[in-house]
């Protein structure tokens, strides 16, 4: 079974200071990394992709990726109350799309 | 530009009655996919469809049946509706693997 491992949270962080999120994946034969954004009651929308070892920046957020220790994150900087949402981690190891369980994000004001 | 559209948005079952969801994208995307979101469960694959024609299981297909009537139209079936089918289910358009996933605005549905 190829999984996503993220910890469910919850994630507090004060306004305006760096989120971290964490993901790991099983799956060596991996090529995509997909971090998606859930609020609640809504759908999932993409915010980030990453495709290659090291970092990719866009605006106030960074993922990094490692294909040797099998581990995507993202770093969201300057946060604000709207980050607060759920960030899901997603992979896709061959024709399907497979998703973390998701990092509940509270931002504090 | 409607992209990936679900219908019912809610329904209410009673265990045992069937119905079907539909979901309809307009972006001629190849792939579509079936998931269910409980409470801390993220989303899970119950089915996907790769291209026109083909279907696969996915992590939790039990239950469930999928047609893929045309590129366009990826449907979802419950045959027989049990208390534990309650969920959220969301259907998502892939135009290729390394490309973000379309979602539809999701189905609530309770099975009493």
């Known amino acids: 079974q190829k999984e996503v491992e993220q910890n469910s949270g919850p994630l507090s962080v004060p306004e305006g200071a760096i989120a971290s999120l964490n993901c790991t994946y099983s799956?060596?034969?991996?090529?995509?990394f997909f971090w998606y954004r859930q609020y609640s009651g809504k759908s999932p929308e993409l915010i980030m992709s990453?495709?290659?070892?090291g970092d990719k920046e866009d605006g106030r957020f960074t993922a990094q990726l490692n294909k040797a220790s099998q581990y995507v994150s993202l770093l969201i900087r300057d946060s604000q109350p709207s980050d607060s949402a759920t960030y899901l981690c997603?992979?896709?190891?061959?024709?399907?799309?497979?998703f973390g369980k998701g990092t509940r994000l509270h931002i504090l004001p | 530009n409607a992209g990936v559209t679900q219908t019912p948005k809610f329904q209410v079952l009673k265990t045992g009655q069937s119905m079907t969801l539909q979901c309809a994208q307009d972006m001629n995307h190849n792939s579509m996919y079936w998931y269910r979101q409980d409470p801390g469960m993220g989303l899970r694959l119950i089915y996907y469809s790769a291209s026109e024609g083909t279907t696969d299981k996915g992590e939790v297909p039990n239950g469930y049946n999928v047609s893929r009537l045309n590129k366009r139209e990826f449907s979802l079936r419950l045959e027989s509706a049990a208390p534990s089918q309650t969920s959220v289910y969301f259907c998502a358009a892939l135009g290729d693997r390394d490309t973000e996933a379309f979602f539809g605005q999701g189905t609530r549905l309770t099975v009493v």
């Open positions: 997603a992979v896709t190891p061959d024709d399907k799309i497979i």
């Open positions: 990453i495709y290659s070892n």
């Open positions: 799956d060596r034969g991996s090529q995509s």
